[in-house]
């Protein structure tokens, strides 16, 4: 599933692509994706401008000049198309391209979604924080609320490893399989480690750790894994930085000297694969 990286990167390519058109068709071909699209979807986009872009999380929300926010969900195999129309307005149509809207700027975005396990949601800008599939999330990990102070008080009491606290996204928002890895690597925590027994110093290592992995990977375009590509169809780079993802069996890339190195380790934590390091996290 795409992780706040790869969001990140399609908000943006949206914004750039979108923002400030107007919205001259919108076609549901479909009824539903993971849940069913909310009545009257197409109507009332067309003749919609588009405002702006905000994430949520793994969400991207676009808002539109009525009042509205359309809420958009990836799911597992979701990506977005964005094309230009130059004119032609009768676009072949790809496979599982289930929702696509034109603007009078020529602009096309189309979602593709073989799995259906994306959403597609229409709320009141006003009440996007009280929407059930965001009001429960955690603070963004970019920003000023996702600190140090924070994250040990999050901690604190937690017998759970430190890995799925962090994977819980009422802690923090977004954050996902891939980057928790490697944050956990840089930090020099072990997966299993217990949460609640990480001190001071450890969550401030971690905090530092998991902004400058996520920044990283949005400066990369993110990873490409199985079906994400960026919106433009280029792959993100970001996979080719991983230091331990997936990388069982291979020379920690930061233990010194041939004679001390060590291989990459794999322990799988609530039916998900984790990658360490055995000599450096602890």
Request: hydrophobic share 40%; with cysteine; net charge positive.
């Amino acid at each position: 599933m795409p992780e706040l990286p790869e969001v990140e990167t399609v908000m943006r390519g949206m914004r750039a692509h979108l923002e400030g058109h107007t919205i001259v068709r919108a076609e549901m071909r479909r009824p539903d994706l993971r849940w069913a699209m909310p009545p009257g979807l197409a109507a009332r986009l067309q003749g919609a401008r588009v405002l702006g872009f905000r994430r949520r999380g793994k969400y991207i929300l676009m808002r539109l000049d009525g009042g509205d926010t359309m809420l958009l969900h990836l799911g597992m195999s979701g990506r977005v198309n964005l094309t230009r129309l130059d004119g032609v307005r009768e676009v072949a149509v790809g496979l599982h391209e289930h929702v696509v809207m034109e603007t009078e700027q020529g602009g096309r975005f189309g979602l593709v979604d073989p799995r259906r396990f994306g959403a597609i949601d229409l709320m009141p800008t006003q009440d996007e924080d009280a929407h059930r599939l965001l009001a429960g999330l955690g603070p963004e990990p970019l920003e000023p609320g996702f600190s140090a102070k924070f994250l040990h008080a999050a901690f604190a009491g937690r017998r759970t490893s430190v890995k799925a606290v962090l994977l819980d996204q009422r802690v923090v928002a977004g954050l996902g399989n891939i980057y928790v890895c490697e944050a956990l690597f840089r930090a020099r925590l072990a997966p299993w480690r217990v949460a609640g027994a990480i001190g001071r110093a450890g969550t401030a290592r971690l905090v530092g750790a998991i902004r400058a992995v996520l920044e990283e990977a949005i400066a990369a375009g993110g990873s490409s894994l199985r079906d994400y590509v960026q919106p433009d169809g280029e792959l993100g780079y970001f996979q080719h930085a991983w230091r331990v993802y997936g990388r069982e069996g291979e020379p920690c890339p930061d233990c010194p000297g041939e004679a001390a190195c060590s291989l990459v380790g794999r322990i799988v934590q609530g039916g998900r694969s984790s990658f360490y390091c055995p000599a450096l996290q602890r």
